[in-house]
């Protein structure tokens, strides 16, 4: 691995405190020129100012003293690259106190997506167009203007933007141009208006909604009121993350933003009302209240992660989103943070690269479920109020850690410091076995705690020891906690009372603590007839599955006793339970895939999914909700996936009507029916899809095709797939989803590796400082199953640095080194099995 490099936080002898920013893009020669004049305060005497700059050149910078009339001293500019600054030099010691420094310069709009950057759009002629836009997080504010681009340093801004005037400029604050555009304002009068591209003003309708009712939302939840006069949401073109929260311009990639009432699938309109509430989320948490250094970044991205679920709770209560959320975001921190290169909530963090690094799974989706956790743990009032009082404390400031737990924790009279400490200060979460016996109609469980390993191998370094919420429920009261207690120390006993001796008792009630649970076989037994008829509420369904298939794959039990229980979900008919097992089983086909027993698995699928896609039916009933919308595309994708004849047939046969224009399908089966005519299909069918990929207006629709052709058999069609991935027909933010759009089969992933391996430096040039090459690493990497693999990614980067993705490369290794023992130990047993049904 490269070495770690050095990153010099800036000094402290000089701090700004107001901006007057002018900025002039030239959209023609992709450059602009910048001039601003910083007030700021010397504190202490020195003969130089270090800011943040990169990319950028200084024409000249000077500095005035407040007191000393007109006269300047002029800078000696030297960058130093290494630091991503710049040192200005003045010929005598600068004095304490006031003064402005002023600075000139230039610099490109560049085809990065961060900084200043160029974004390149139609007009609805077809005319190829470009918008300047900024991305500033983490630390490239430092690449539009010289700046202390440090979350602590905070400073007030006057911004200038010089465009033509047929152009639109927006930025934090209201500006004076005012244009035809979807807006209203919130019950408490504030201003929200949706940008959206020229000539698709219906898709912001959505959004709007979505906006309007979050904003009061909030301001009742915080207690206090959102601070701007306006807040905008803009969907820009060729956009990196998911979205961007800057304060009153809220910046999102269209298919996060843009809903076409006509076009976009339930699942679309989910995501984009999540990310709506995540953003605005941030407007008070991140915005209002600033983490004091990267290491607190989790704050802003966890407790976002977390109340996007509450707001989404509130304004669609038909997604049932809490369930989700134990499916996508629990689901997906517990599996990234069993590994033994996973890191803790809060870690020390330097240098930019380390930055983007740590805008993972861990800092999201961990962050977000031991938020919620916590909220469970000290009760919805407590939380309220804890929260009010730390925003209260720190607007306008910056915070750490342990302010929000001291808040929490006086609001609660909870000892939230000591419990949360044990969260966010260590990797990795506990496993929680239980045994159990009956004492007459008591329930005595003891709950013994140790740290779950990927592999099932406990650290070689270090002692694990977590302060877990515990909750209990039984069969006579499912969804209600019958225990609460505090597990605080490796083992304890339990008493549940009032429990006969053939009624399940569930540890983790609906699956809220950060925690798996190992059950004995005769425990786990009682559960069956529960899941089959549902009186196991789905929440914990989900969970107990989601713990058996990752204690199989820590060789902790057996994977064929975890297939027998998959066989009591024969009623299921929750979506989210669906969807969480289909994952799990998932994996497991990936690692068939690999010997000549797939067509067992296939067989075993086919006959697991039928009922319920059969019960579903191919159209939508009228009454039905969002959630029939999505179980039917997982059950028909997954059908048509391992090539049931008949949905083939039915698929094929739709999506020729949807080609010639006759019946066009509706936006929930576009997904099932792509994928469907694609894995099963040959040229003529990716033609047409291609086709339908030049036509399509939508990004959605782009999206939607461009991920899911990558799955048609032929091995030359994969390669097309991978080479247009990199073309201008792609957008720079979706390549790394269309190349890991043919991962689908062994050779897939073999020409995936074999393509990432080819075009490194390219794609290394593209991605580098940015957590799309996090994922490229994952996408092309991540499910092999050899150890001859593992050696060779490893080497693979040993000479190809990647310093953005490290951590990531470290964990995909680490997967396929645990698919590789998976096969040893199970894959003849799991066969066997399957040829058995
Ligand atoms: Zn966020």
Redesign the pocket.
């Known amino acids: 691995m490269p070495e770690k490099k050095e990153f010099k936080r800036l000094p402290t002898d000089v701090k700004p405190e107001n901006y007057t920013l002018r900025l002039q893009p030239d959209l023609d020669k992709f450059t602009f020129k910048g001039q601003e004049t910083i007030d700021v305060k010397v504190l202490s005497s020195t003969t130089s100012i270090t800011l943040n700059s990169e990319e950028i050149e200084i024409q000249s910078a000077c500095y005035k003293a407040a007191d000393a009339g007109d006269q300047n001293l002029k800078a000696e500019v030297k960058f130093e690259p290494e630091n991503a600054s710049v040192v200005l030099s003045f010929p005598s010691a600068l004095q304490p106190g006031s003064g402005q420094l002023c600075i000139d310069f230039t610099g490109e709009l560049n085809d990065k997506m961060k900084g200043f950057y160029r974004s390149k759009y139609s007009s609805p002629s077809g005319e190829e167009k470009y918008g300047a836009v900024t991305q500033f997080e983490a630390t490239d504010a430092r690449r539009a203007f010289p700046c202390w681009d440090e979350p602590a340093v905070k400073a007030t801004f006057d911004v200038t933007l010089v465009v033509p005037k047929n152009r639109v400029a927006l930025s934090n604050m209201p500006v004076k141009s005012e244009n035809d555009l979807p807006e209203d304002k919130d019950s408490d009068g504030v201003l929200v208006r949706v940008y959206t591209p020229v000539g698709k003003k219906e898709q912001g309708q959505f959004a709007l909604e979505v906006a309007v009712k979050t904003l009061p939302f909030y301001n009742k939840y915080f207690q206090i009121a959102y601070p701007l006069p306006k807040i905008d949401l803009i969907a820009i073109a060729d956009f990196a993350a998911g979205a961007m929260?800057n304060w009153g311009l809220v910046t999102y990639r269209e298919t996060a933003l843009l809903i076409d009432p006509k076009n976009s699938s339930s699942k679309s309109k989910q995501w984009v009302a999540l990310v709506v509430g995540?953003e605005l989320a941030?407007q008070w948490f991140g915005n209002l209240v600033t983490m004091e250094w990267w290491t607190h970044l989790w704050l802003?991205?966890g407790f976002?992660s977390w109340i996007e679920y509450l707001c989404v709770d509130y304004c669609f209560p038909e997604f049932d989103i809490w369930t989700q959320f134990v499916n996508s975001d629990l689901g997906r921190a517990l599996e990234m943070d069993a590994l033994h290169n996973s890191h803790a909530i809060e870690i020390p963090v330097g240098h930019p690269d380390e930055v983007d690094e740590i805008f993972d799974a861990i800092s999201y989706s961990k962050g977000a479920s031991v938020i919620r956790m916590l909220h469970d743990y000290v009760g919805d009032e407590s939380f309220k109020k804890g929260m009010n009082q730390y925003l209260t404390k720190f607007k306008y400031k910056n915070a750490v850690t342990e302010d929000l737990w001291e808040s929490l924790g006086k609001a609660s009279g909870k000892p939230v410091l000591d419990v949360m400490t044990t969260w966010t200060k260590q990797m990795g979460y506990p496993v929680v076995k239980v045994s159990e016996k009956q004492e007459g109609s008591n329930r005595v469980l003891t709950l013994t705690q140790e740290k779950f390993c990927a592999d099932g191998v406990q650290e070689k370094e270090g002692s694990f020891s977590w302060m877990v919420p515990v909750s209990i429920s039984t069969a006579s009261d499912p969804k209600k906690a019958a225990v609460v207690t505090l597990l605080d120390k490796t083992s304890m006993d339990v008493t549940v009372p009032n429990v006969s001796p053939d009624q399940w008792v569930k540890v983790n009630c609906e699956s809220v603590g950060v925690y798996r649970v190992q059950y004995s076989s005769e425990t786990l037994d009682r559960f069956i007839p529960a899941i089959k008829n549902k009186t196991l509420p789905p929440r914990d369904r989900l969970g107990l599955q989601n713990d058996l298939f990752a204690l199989a794959r820590a060789g902790m039990i057996s994977t064929v006793d975890v297939l027998k229980v998959v066989g009591a979900f024969v009623n299921e008919d929750d979506y989210t339970v669906w969807s969480d097992l289909t994952g799990n089983l998932g994996q497991i086909s990936i690692l068939l895939q690999n010997t000549d027993g797939f067509e067992d698995f296939k067989t075993f699928s086919k006959k697991l999914y039928k009922p319920v896609a059969q019960s579903l039916g191919w159209d939508a009933k009228e009454s039905e909700g969002p959630l029939a919308a999505m179980l039917r595309e997982l059950a028909l994708t997954r059908l048509g996936k391992y090539g049931d004849e008949e949905t083939v047939t039915e698929a094929r046969k739709r999506f020729e009507n949807h080609v010639s224009g006759k019946v066009p399908l509706p936006a929930d089966l576009k997904g099932p029916v792509y994928l469907t005519v694609m894995v099963n299909g040959d040229e003529t069918t990716f033609n047409q899809m291609m086709k339908l990929y030049d036509e399509a207006d939508m990004q959605e629709e782009k999206v939607r095709i461009s991920r899911c052709i990558g799955s048609i058999k032929s091995d030359e069609l994969k390669k097309k797939v991978l080479d247009f991935a990199m073309s201008d027909k792609v957008r720079s933010q979706d390549t790394v989803f269309v190349i890991g759009g043919v991962t689908g089969t062994v050779q897939g992933r073999e020409l995936c590796w074999q393509f990432v391996q080819d075009k490194w430096t390219e794609l290394h040039e593209r991605y580098k400082g940015g957590f799309l090459l996090s994922r490229l690493v994952e996408v092309s990497t991540d499910n092999f199953v050899t150890e001859a693999r593992a050696k060779e990614v490893e080497k693979f980067f040993e000479t190809h640095s990647a310093p953005a993705a490290e951590r990531k490369i470290q964990q995909s290794v680490e997967n396929i080194r645990l698919n590789a023992k998976w096969m040893e130990r199970e894959s003849t047993s799991v066969l066997k099995f399957l040829r058995s049904q």
């Open positions: 929260e995540h941030h802003n991205e976002a």
